[in-house]
């Protein structure tokens, strides 16, 4: 594996309060979400916007000042290129998507992500922050097959890319969060109030980018760090709906009515407590089990 080197990590932090704010980059600085990101960390972090250009312009309509942004360039499918531009950095927010026909998923989504945590772990970083999709582990659901097909497969990627980052972060010191946005729009933020999250991927709906912004600057520089470890969907309540019809329902981990974002990431369980969820069927091999092989108690003479 890769080997700690806590004190790197600990100098990087001190780094960030020396200067009063600590650094957060943005990987995909330039997309829609990403320059998003980067407004929403300004209010309470320095971000350093990251584009494979590097050149950055705040988002339409932005009050953000440009000399608030650290601007530098990085392409997540050059591992390079992120190992300089990420340096001095306590959080980095992965909100970097492949772009059709330029790129590939399993480039960016996947291969980029993967890069990205290397780089992370290897400069002891306190913590990713992931954009990902609802939907990534349902690929059999209308909503899978739909973004699968005209997505070339970006889903199964992305989850590839999800999969591999809980497995390299495993006993390190650095975190990850993940989050999983339902259908991104560009309307004006509603706020966490009018929002939901869940875990266990089995409800869908449609969620602004700017409110997908806000909680990953919120789990960026959360000082408690309530996101750690944790994976999650998020849309506005009202526009919920299951991903499979014999889903509604079944979930215990919906949080929502709660004005503060960190308190939300708090209610959130820890990706290893989320696990008696529904499977693609309506029934599970369970059913067809007989009542005696069901009871552990059963011994045969």
């Known amino acids: 594996g890769i080997p700690k080197q806590q004190p790197r990590r600990v100098s990087l932090a001190l780094k960030a309060e020396g200067s009063g704010r600590p650094v957060v980059a943005v990987l995909g600085a330039n997309g829609r979400t990403g320059a998003m990101v980067v407004e929403a960390l300004a209010k309470m972090a320095q971000p350093r ?39 001095g950095v306590s959080a980095v927010v992965f909100a970097a998507a492949y772009s059709r026909g330029k790129t590939q998923p399993q480039d960016v989504d996947n291969a980029g992500l993967v890069n990205c945590a290397k780089v992370v772990l290897e400069k002891g970083i306190e913590r990713l922050i ?13 909503v899978g097959i739909l973004l699968n ?63 997908v912004a806000e909680i990953c600057a919120i789990a960026a520089t959360d000082p408690l760090n309530s996101g750690a470890g944790r994976t999650f969907e998020m849309f506005k309540a009202r526009t919920r709906q299951p991903l499979l019809p014999w889903y509604r329902g079944k979930t215990r981990y919906i949080v929502g009515n709660v004005p503060d974002g960190s308190a939300m990431l708090a209610r959130l369980r820890p990706d290893k407590e ?28």
């Open 274 to 301: 989320v696990y008696d969820i529904p499977g693609a069927l309506p029934i599970s091999l369970d059913d067809f089990t007989l009542g005696w092989a069901r009871d552990p108690n059963f011994l045969p003479k």
């Open 49 to 87: 916007a990251l584009t494979r250009s590097g050149q950055w312009k705040p988002p339409q309509d932005s009050t953000i000042k440009p000399d608030d942004v650290e601007v530098g360039q990085a392409d997540v499918t050059d591992f390079g290129s992120l190992a300089a531009a990420l340096t």
């Open 130 to 142: 992931v954009v990902s999709s609802a939907s990534v582990t349902r690929p059999y659901a209308p």
């Open 149 to 211: 097909t005209i997505g070339s497969g970006v889903l199964n990627e992305k989850l590839k890319g999800e999969n591999k980052v809980k497995e390299m972060f495993e006993g390190s010191e650095s975190t990850y969060t993940i989050v999983r946005p339902g259908g991104l729009t560009m309307d004006p933020a509603v706020g966490f109030a009018e929002l939901q999250f869940n875990q266990g991927d089995t409800y869908v709906g449609n969620v602004p980018r700017a409110d």
